[in-house]
């Protein structure tokens, strides 16, 4: 096992938990989720640009607007399980690769 292996484990075995929780999750990953999202907010906030664009009322903007925050919500905490869920699985073959090669020492 190199040396990165054995950096992850110590970091993984320490902050496995935090992780796990939503609203870490959640803190993590809004950013990126936001930055998903802001392409397609850009383009209503600067409609005037494109002169065929119907008109879009402030209500119909409201609902457009929970509607990105909710995409970015659910894309933030979805990238941030699944990437959790990455990292417990290399963690638990990194633990099963370490007990076996301790195993083959005795």
Request: charged content about 25%.
């Amino acid at each position: 096992m190199n040396r990165a292996d054995e950096e992850f484990l110590a970091y993984w075995e320490a902050n496995r938990v935090r992780e796990k929780r939503w609203l870490t999750q959640l803190m993590v990953g809004l950013p990126l989720g936001l930055v998903f999202g802001l392409p397609i907010l850009l383009s209503f906030l600067l409609r005037g640009w494109y002169k065929r664009m119907p008109y879009i009322s402030n209500s119909q903007f409201t609902v457009i607007l929970m509607a990105l925050i909710g995409i970015a919500v659910f894309y933030g905490i979805f990238r941030m399980k699944f990437k959790w869920e990455l990292n417990e699985q290399r963690f638990n073959e990194l633990k099963a690769h370490q007990k076996k090669k301790e195993q083959q020492t005795h």
